[in-house]
């Protein structure tokens, strides 16, 4: 009976003891997969507040540090202008496929919408075909959206797939709410305005967070469609400054050179001032994204 | 009945008018841009060069894709898309499971710190990562710097001009961007697991490896399924913004993609007809791809197909 009891504790013991070891481990590898990630950022952020010359000895802290880097970046105006041409296509892009998406999202909700199966047949073939590069390119030459501010804004104007995300979250909103309104004399657009919107304002973030991303970072349509430099979002830019300097250090490298250009250092400082917007809000929205992503998946 | 013609539309017509009318923008939108382009696609059986148009450009049946069959440089960018697909599917594929096991075994601010971290590097552009990556893996960077220094590497080197590593380079910079958000999906699976199965399996004497054998791994087995019919859906997909940020002349032999070769072959030099169809081409194997997972799955699953 003693030895019975005892067997048992030791095995409860032993239990307990593999469970902390796994907790540990667990912990170990998270901490390990963690560093991997922040630390080559953290190079890049000291890199940018160091002296060209001391690029090559920097790793953890600023070599010489400076701010001209930035009073460089800043100096330069084509750069002032990407920046508004980035804010100017994140913020009406986003409005934009907001409204379109969401209107539709709207009568899609509506069971009784007429055709509705034939428009949910047309939009579920957008989510697998595409014509792809050069027919869409061809077609966009056509319609004159090359070299056109517009070829940011009017291809992204409807999603499908956000569209059944709000549309999902549209039809969770009690139906006696609208019930009411429609018995008080509300027409649909007044309910869609007045009551389905406001009620629909987490669904409606998440949407406008995704697309914004999108917005800010998306350069191959840039460089694909556009010719203009006037018209260079912040990201082509920095696509240029980059493959720039890649061809100077590709040249340096021939030319035996080992010390780095200004050239990188200006890279770095557009670098971090391009990333800067999501960075800094990113963390504060970050169940946002993490709640859109969940219900795409699970719903759509 | 006699002023029935003048009266307005019943409220149930109007209603419906402005429910269509709310569908009509989204509609335009489909047909132009979606829907439009398929038309396009005929030019993959034109000759059709930068001075053609629609009307003028001539018909010449399957001629563009038998040019492709023989083009050495279209099997080359089949190649490295497949070999930076295949390794990216053999690390990327299970690294993110891992991931969110561990992170749901943890609890409080440092599982959130964690997750905070993870899910960031997500949100940066390829041309930010692209550029952040000269610099890190350049001669002078701190990749070869802490190579060197435990000793794996005897030299420091520049790794984005070495052809021979981009591989690698392209499938490692994927997943240190992609791993983190890729666990969300399973961390959403996983906290659908009912925790009584878990508390039964404690009173029965489980450990925590027994309990992720036995318990974890098969109540998220269908949506492990389901993300890889659709990697391998993907193969013949490549990522454009990633490899026309990283290639460079010295490393363009491995790391010329699909995508980028139609890029360089359609928008660049102007060959609209033969890179449409190296487009088409592949698009049409990658549906086949699809088809065929999602069949052998389903005979896999007791016929219980994942879509």
Redesign the interface.
């Given at each position: 009976m003693m030895a019975e009891t005892a067997s048992v504790q030791v095995?409860k013991h032993v239990?307990i003891r593999?469970?902390q070891v796994?907790?540990a481990v667990?912990?170990f590898?998270?901490?390990l997969?963690?560093l991997?990630?922040?630390?080559?950022?953290w190079?890049?952020l000291v890199?940018s507040f160091s002296n060209a010359q001391e690029?090559?000895n920097v790793?953890l802290w600023p070599r010489g540090f400076t701010l001209e880097n930035y009073k460089a970046v800043f100096r330069d105006s084509s750069l002032a202008q990407a920046f508004g041409i980035s804010t100017a296509k994140t913020v009406i892009g986003v409005v934009t496929h907001l409204a379109?998406?969401s209107?539709?999202a709207?009568?899609?909700s509506?069971s009784?919408?007429?055709?509705r199966k034939f428009?949910t047949a047309?939009?579920i073939?957008?989510l697998f075909?595409?014509?792809?590069?050069?027919?869409?390119?061809?077609?966009y030459r056509q319609?004159g959206l090359l070299d056109n501010f517009m070829v940011f804004i009017?291809?992204q104007?409807?999603s499908?797939y956000d569209?059944i995300i709000i549309m999902n979250f549209f039809r969770d909103i009690p139906p006696s709410l609208e019930e009411s309104a429609q018995i008080d004399g509300a027409?649909?657009?007044q309910m869609?305005t007045k009551i389905v919107l406001p009620l629909s304002k987490p669904v409606l973030a998440t949407i406008a967070l995704f697309n914004g991303?999108f917005q800010?970072?998306?350069?191959?349509t840039t460089?694909?469609f556009v010719n203009t430099k006037s018209l260079y979002p912040i990201?082509?830019k920095?696509?240029e400054?980059?493959v720039q300097?890649?061809?100077q250090?590709?040249n340096d490298?021939t030319a035996g050179a080992v010390l780095?250009t200004s050239t990188?250092s200006i890279?770095?400082a557009?670098?971090v001032v391009?990333?800067l917007p999501?960075?800094i809000v990113?963390?504060f929205l970050?169940k946002y994204?993490?709640s859109g992503?969940?219900l795409g998946?699970?719903k759509g | 009945m006699k002023n029935f013609k003048t009266q307005s539309p019943s409220p149930k017509i109007r209603q419906q008018l402005t429910l269509q009318a709310m569908v009509w923008p989204a509609l335009a939108c489909m047909i132009v841009f979606t829907y439009l382009p398929f038309y396009g696609l005929t030019v993959a059986f034109k000759n059709y060069s930068v001075m053609d148009t629609m009307q003028t450009s001539k018909w010449v049946g399957m001629q563009n894709f038998l040019t492709a069959f023989k083009d050495q440089f279209f099997w080359n960018s089949v190649l490295n898309t497949l070999g930076i697909s295949f390794l990216k599917l053999l690390i990327g594929f299970p690294l993110p499971i891992i991931i969110a096991v561990l992170m749901w075994n943890m609890k409080g601010m440092f599982k959130n710190a964690v997750g905070i971290i993870l899910y960031l590097p997500h949100f940066l552009s390829w041309v930010v990562l692209g550029g952040m990556m000269t610099s890190w893996l350049a001669t002078t960077g701190i990749l070869s710097k802490f190579l060197v220094g435990v000793g794996v590497l005897s030299a420091p080197g520049n790794f984005l001009i070495n052809a021979n590593q981009y591989w690698w380079v392209a499938v490692l910079s994927d997943v240190w961007k992609e791993t983190g958000w890729n666990t969300i999906i399973y961390t959403a699976a996983l906290t659908g697991i009912d925790p009584t199965y878990y508390e039964a399996a404690r009173i029965d004497g489980a450990g925590k490896l027994r309990q992720f054998w036995y318990i974890t791994l098969p109540m998220i087995r269908r949506i492990i399924a389901l993300n890889f019919i659709l990697t391998i859906g993907g193969l013949l997909n490549s990522n454009l913004d990633q490899a026309m940020v990283l290639i460079n002349p010295l490393n363009r032999s491995k790391a010329e993609v699909i995508n980028s070769y139609v890029y360089t072959v359609g928008l660049q030099q102007g060959d609209f007809g033969y890179s449409t169809a190296v487009g088409l081409f592949v698009s049409v194997i990658s549906l086949i791809l699809v088809l065929v997972t999602n069949f052998v799955t389903k005979k896999l699953n007791d016929n219980e197909t994942v879509f």
């Open positions: 095995k239990k593999e469970n796994f907790n667990t912990a590898f998270l901490l997969f963690s991997v990630i922040l630390i080559p950022v190079n890049v890199s690029l090559p790793t379109v998406t209107m539709a709207y009568a899609m509506k009784n919408l007429a055709g428009y047309l939009g073939v957008t075909f595409s014509g792809g590069m050069v027919p869409t390119y061809l077609l319609l009017l291809p104007l409807f499908y569209m027409s649909v657009w869609f991303v800010w970072n998306d350069y191959m460089k694909m990201q082509m920095l696509y400054i980059i300097s890649q061809t250090s590709m490298l780095p990188h890279q770095l557009t670098i391009t990333a999501i960075i990113y963390p970050q994204f993490v992503m969940t998946a699970v | -």
